[in-house]
């Protein structure tokens, strides 16, 4: 079946700090990769996604590359800011690029110490 | 422009009363999705909708649950005799057509006491 495994939380971290968020899945397929954020308050907005192997999705300083070897899809950041506290999800469409429904992860909460 | 909106925000339910969440997409996208995410979880798939034709419901956790989008915008998920266990955040996404991006709405939590 399908399935995505990441990291588990809380993360804390002090503002500039490097992060890393594990995420690992199974997919009988060639799935889209993705992550989400779920800002405090707010519903999930798509942080960067990648649809096939070896591409790296990127946006607001973080980046994830889609490494079909390991089957991971690893979030990135090499400073982090306060207002990067939230919960994130990794996610996967088992259909590809073809519209379909999401398999998430449990999500990683961050916080960000000043 | 507007967001997908969700209403309500918050609902509370005696157990075994009927509810009904209700999802405005943003106008124009073809594909809307509901998700149920319990406390501390991942959102898991519910039911998928194309227009007004729901094509996936394999999600839905038993006969209890019912959804539709009679005219291809507007969706409402019910859920009848309501248990503790449907306790949750109902969320709702849309998708354009061509594009598989799906834009979330904040929501509604449903709390069955």
């Known amino acids: 079946g399908n399935s995505v495994t990441q990291m588990e939380g809380p993360v804390t971290l002090s503002e500039e700090a490097f992060l890393t968020i594990n995420c690992t899945y199974t997919a009988t397929g060639y799935p889209s990769l993705f992550w989400y954020v779920q800002y405090p308050g707010e519903g999930l907005q798509l942080l960067l996604k990648a649809t096939k192997a070896d591409d790296k999705g990127s946006n607001k300083g973080f980046e994830a590359t889609y490494r079909k070897e390991t089957t991971s899809f690893h979030l990135e950041k090499g400073s982090v800011q306060v207002s990067d506290s939230a919960v994130y999800f990794c996610?996967?469409?088992?259909?590809?690029?073809?519209?379909?429904?999401?398999?998430f992860g449990k999500g990683t909460k961050l916080s960000v110490k000043p | 422009g507007a967001g997908v909106s969700q209403s309500p925000r918050y609902k509370v339910a005696k157990r075994g009363q009927d509810v009904a969440l209700r999802c405005d997409p943003i106008s124009g996208h073809v594909s809307l999705f509901w998700y149920q995410q319990a406390l501390g979880q991942g959102p898991e798939f519910l039911t998928y909708f194309q227009n007004e034709a729901q094509l996936d419901k394999s999600g839905l956790p038993s006969d209890r649950f019912f959804a539709e989008r009679p005219e291809g915008s507007v969706s409402t998920l019910k859920i009848q005799r309501t248990q503790q266990e449907d306790s949750a955040v109902y969320l709702c996404?849309?998708?354009?057509?061509?594009?598989?991006?799906?834009?979330f709405g904040p929501g509604t939590r449903l709390t069955v006491t």
């Open positions: 996404a849309s998708t354009p057509p061509g594009n598989y991006e799906q834009y």
């Open positions: 996610a996967l469409t088992p259909f590809g690029g073809s519209q379909g429904n999401l398999i």
